[in-house]
């Protein structure tokens, strides 16, 4: 009797757990968030787009994928409308960090044509609780090496909002700077390099499996983006998340284990197939 019953007890924790791994690999954050399918030569991936947080990237993502939003073609320089993404190459994979696509060149440095303002909340990453300065030495996000790293991304931003433009205004005014210097936040920083941010939308970290435009610096979205294969929290604030994946993460980690050459870019082309919204 004793077998019988723990026999019972084991198949029923089983069949316990059998949903919750099923609902977790699939499940949405938001039921009303749509979903693409990117099909690539190396297998599916299905991403949850995360439409309150950033509706403009969103809405573009879908609109080149699908072939409804009209974009400059790269060769003739014509206005036209097709499935931007079909046929085009993760152009740029870093192991343990990245994979990148959507440039219709295959080099990095192609667009649509046109570019659009970046859907960031600072407030809802904690980037406005975070110190630019540790002790007095830069916060690790703002990747500043050395003293003239420090002039040109903080110092001198913060200067020129204050409108110092001489030294003799410096010298005048320098326990002023010092105040302002030490009360900066990462925030602050990023608002100085021109960011911009939104309030009260949410917003997702840059964590392992996130969907987020690539950019050239603020506000220079256009369409190409990158899947993350670790945490990149210095990014945070940085690049719009707009999704994640929920299935084919294995996907995701067999492209970023495939050879590159110079540029990061595949020996072997891996292409997009397609990418389409799926029927949630």
């Not at 399918?37 to 573009?60: C, Q, R, W, Y």
């Not at 870093?94 to 303002?117: A, H, N, R, V």
């Not at 703002?142 to 420090?150: A, C, E, F, K, N």
């Not at 309030?199 to 993350?228: C, E, R, W, Y």
Request: charged residues 25%; hydrophobic residues 40%; contains cysteine.
């Amino acid at each position: 009797m004793m077998k019988t019953t723990l026999l019972c007890l084991q198949l029923l924790l089983v069949v316990a757990f059998l949903p919750l791994a099923r609902a977790e690999e699939g499940a949405l954050e938001d039921p009303n968030d749509p979903v693409a399918v990117i099909k690539t030569s190396m297998g599916d991936i299905h991403v949850e787009l995360f439409a309150l947080e950033a509706p403009k990237t969103v809405a573009n993502f879908l609109g080149l994928a699908q072939g409804t939003k009209e974009f400059k073609d790269p060769k003739t320089g014509e206005m036209v409308k097709r499935p931007y993404f079909d046929g085009l190459n993760f152009h740029r994979v870093i192991k343990d960090f990245m994979l990148q696509g959507g440039c219709p060149l295959g080099t990095g440095t192609g667009s649509p044509g046109y570019t659009f303002e970046d859907e960031i909340d600072a407030q809802a990453l904690g980037l406005a609780d975070l110190k630019a300065l540790e002790n007095g030495r830069p916060h690790g996000w703002l990747g500043i090496r050395g003293q003239p790293d420090y002039q040109q991304k903080i110092l001198q931003p913060l200067l020129r909002q204050m409108g110092i433009t001489s030294q003799q205004d410096l010298d005048a005014r320098k326990d002023e700077v010092q105040k302002r210097v030490d009360a900066l936040t990462i925030k602050d920083v990023y608002e100085l390099a021109g960011y911009k941010y939104l309030d009260g939308v949410g917003a997702h970290k840059p964590l392992k499996g996130v969907l987020a435009m690539a950019n050239s610096g603020p506000n220079t979205n256009g369409s190409q983006f990158f899947i993350n294969l670790k945490d990149t929290e210095w990014l945070t604030g940085k690049h719009t998340v707009f999704g994640k994946v929920i299935q084919g993460m294995d996907v995701v980690e067999k492209i970023g284990e495939v050879k590159t050459g110079p540029g990061d870019k595949p020996l072997a082309p891996v292409k997009i197939l397609s990418i389409r919204r799926r029927a949630n």
